[in-house]
């Protein structure tokens, strides 16, 4: 008598993109999977991203010059920083963990950690692709601009373009001429910009997720629409994820709830320092402006790209608050900085995004085996870069429950470093 072979069942929890393309990943690999998240795809950051995929992925957010300028940015109300009330329960350790992750020394082993991720980020989803041919008209690869809207901007970027060099990114230094060949409908006098060849962006981060939610469905992969509370174990085992409806049962569990995964990570005995730093973006539906590539501008904060319908705007970071709905003054902000650079174009429709990216202090992520618990696994607080890092880090996961070791030295994303 034959006796089935029954696949492990595999739950995923958190459905933005890092939990979408984990389930893909793993149900191609012949698992079976249950996807849990307990919410719709407004309030994620997966929604609200520019979806630029290796754009400047190797400079760590902290440092100390960043520190220095904080006081400034926000005096200015259109600056890429907001602080709101009530704050975030951990901001106060967050920022002290933050404040040594920006010296040089510490800056130096994120940058290295982010580019073993952010330089493999674009070969990785052309693999999944592969797989699922149905993803491939939803990316764009025509590079990346880093664009400055002023020679200062370009002077001030000199120093991570050194970096970026050095970890591995091939760049092309563009002058005022190219620029505006490039992007005829720029107003500032004297642009300039630095092209990243290999980079490419998503051309629209809702589509993308409902592709891949259809995809994983095709596959035979299950969707639990409940939020995760924590976990039945048993011996190092998880033996089942709890909701509010019941408890459901899996082999293998995997943390991938963006924002939401440091209290989960706690009920797995390990503490994972998560921010939520908020970000927003609005699509111009119909737009008149045609742009190619993405540009990207680090003194704002603000990405602007093509959409599949027009033109997207991203960016911005606020600290606390409540609300996961529209920001109104972060699309105004957003807006206003589109209209400096391209003049007052017409569109059809504005619609916006907000949701929360999940930083950690030394811009890395929480990447690897579950300390304590011999079948749960962390994929999560991938920060600025998680479009750039999902297909990679799914590719990491799916080899460490395989074989139990990983292609790419994953110390660096250690889950109890903090
Ligand atoms: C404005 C902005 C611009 C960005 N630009 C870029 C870019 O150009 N390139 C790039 O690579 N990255 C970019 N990022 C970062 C990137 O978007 C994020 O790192 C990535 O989307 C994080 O995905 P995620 O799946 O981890 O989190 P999310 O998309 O937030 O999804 C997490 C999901 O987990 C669910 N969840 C939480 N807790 C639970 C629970 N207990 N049970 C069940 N479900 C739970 C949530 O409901 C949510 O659906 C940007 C982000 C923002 C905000």
Redesign the pocket.
């Known amino acids: 008598m034959h006796t089935r072979h029954v696949p492990p069942n595999i739950s995923v929890?958190?459905?933005?993109?890092?939990?979408?393309t984990m389930a893909c990943t793993l149900l191609k690999q012949g698992f079976s999977v249950t996807l849990?998240?307990?919410?719709g795809v407004a309030?994620?950051?997966?929604?609200?991203?520019?979806?630029?995929?290796g754009?400047s992925?190797v400079i760590p957010w902290a440092s100390t010059d960043l520190w220095m300028n904080v006081p400034r940015m926000l005096r200015n109300p259109d600056g890429p920083l907001r602080v709101i009330w009530p704050p975030s329960k951990n901001i106060l350790p967050f920022i002290f963990k933050s404040i040594k992750a920006g010296t040089s020394r510490h800056r130096i082993k994120s940058a290295k950690g982010l580019a073993e991720l952010g330089l493999r980020?674009w070969k990785a989803w052309m693999r999944l692709s592969n797989d699922y041919p149905e993803l491939k008209s939803l990316f764009n690869q025509n590079g990346c601009l880093l664009y400055y809207s002023n020679p200062q901007e370009n002077y001030y970027d000199s120093a991570n373009n050194m970096k970026r060099r050095e970890m591995g990114m091939r760049l092309m230094p563009l002058g005022s001429q190219e620029i505006q060949d490039l992007l005829p409908s720029v107003t500032h006098p004297k642009p300039s910009g630095t092209l990243i060849e290999q980079a490419g962006?998503i051309n629209d981060p809702i589509l993308f997720q409902s592709t891949l939610k259809d995809l994983i469905k095709k596959a035979g992969g299950t969707f639990v629409c409940?939020?995760?509370?924590g976990f039945i174990t048993e011996a190092e085992h998880v033996r089942a994820v709890k909701t509010r409806l019941g408890n459901i049962d899996c082999d293998a569990a995997i943390i991938?709830?963006?924002?939401?995964?440091a209290?989960?990570s706690r009920k797995l005995s390990t503490k994972a320092c998560i921010l939520p730093?908020?970000?927003?973006?609005i699509t111009l539906h119909e737009a008149e402006i045609i742009l190619k590539l993405?540009l990207?501008n680090q003194i704002s904060g603000i990405?602007v790209l093509p959409n599949l319908d027009g033109l997207r705007v991203?960016?911005?970071l606020q600290l606390g608050g409540r609300s996961k709905h529209r920001e109104e003054l972060m699309e105004k902000i957003l807006l206003r900085y589109v209209q400096k650079l391209f003049g007052h174009f017409p569109y059809q429709r504005l619609s916006g995004q907000f949701?929360?990216?999940?930083l950690t202090p030394d811009s890395l992520p929480v990447l690897g085996s579950a300390p304590n618990y011999k079948n749960a696994y962390f994929n999560?607080g991938?920060?600025?870069?998680?479009?750039?890092?999902?297909a990679i880090s799914a590719n990491i996961i799916v080899d460490l429950i395989i074989d139990g070791t990983s292609k790419i030295d994953i110390t660096p994303y250690k889950p109890d470093r903090f």
């Open positions: 929890i958190g459905g933005g993109i890092l939990g979408l849990i998240d307990g919410e309030g994620r950051a997966s929604s609200a991203t520019a979806g630029i995929i754009g992925s980020g962006n409940q939020k995760a509370l991938c709830a963006g924002a939401g995964s209290a989960l730093a908020w970000g927003a973006s993405p990207l990405a991203a960016g911005l949701g929360p990216r999940p999560f991938h920060g600025h870069w998680g479009i750039t890092h999902a």
